[in-house]
């Protein structure tokens, strides 16, 4: 080790504690501001090479405690809010869609097995949402039978 390496080193371990102080003082935790200072440290001794000699040491290090805060802050900007798996996970579930299709395929089959009037009358009310009035005008029957054989079809489909 040179001993301007030394020296630094030694300069370094003197300012933790203002650094410390300083990190708590823009942070909002004081496990950020550990890590704050922990990254300024690091920061600090891995570019040390840059220092000039014959400045104030504290303000550099502020400055490098500073601009790792900024840093952090727009990794959280971009990276968005934290909200722990167990907030949203049970929300996130979705019930197998097998079974719907298993069940559109019984109702399918069950309509297919109407008998065709009756089917048509259904299909007519429920997927044209014509009113029985309607219906009875564009099959050419009474309104009691459109109604008698949409029950009709509405007990099959039940049974």
């Not at 020296?7 to 708590?24: C, G, K, M, N, Y």
């Not at 501001?33 to 504290?58: C, M």
């Not at 934290?82 to 719907?100: D, G, L, T």
């Not at 097995?113 to 044209?128: K, Q, T």
Request: with cysteine.
């Amino acid at each position: 080790m040179t001993r301007f390496q030394d020296s630094f080193t030694q300069d370094l371990q003197a300012e933790i504690p203002h650094i410390w102080r300083f990190a708590r003082s823009i942070a909002a935790t004081r496990e950020a501001a550990d890590d704050l200072v922990q990254t300024a440290l690091e920061r600090a001794l891995r570019n040390k090479d840059q220092y000039v000699r014959g400045t104030k040491l504290r303000s550099w290090l502020f400055a490098i405690v500073r601009n790792a805060q900024l840093d952090e802050y727009r990794k959280s900007e971009r990276r968005g809010d934290h909200v722990p798996i167990e907030e949203w996970y049970h929300e996130a579930q979705f019930a197998p869609a097998q079974e719907k299709y298993v069940e559109l395929g019984d109702v399918a089959k069950s309509i297919e097995g109407l008998r065709p009037e009756e089917r048509d009358v259904l299909e007519l009310c429920v997927f044209s949402g014509l009113s029985h009035d309607q219906i009875a005008t564009q099959m050419g029957v009474a309104v009691g039978t459109v109604k008698s054989r949409l029950s009709r079809a509405r007990q099959a489909l039940a049974a």
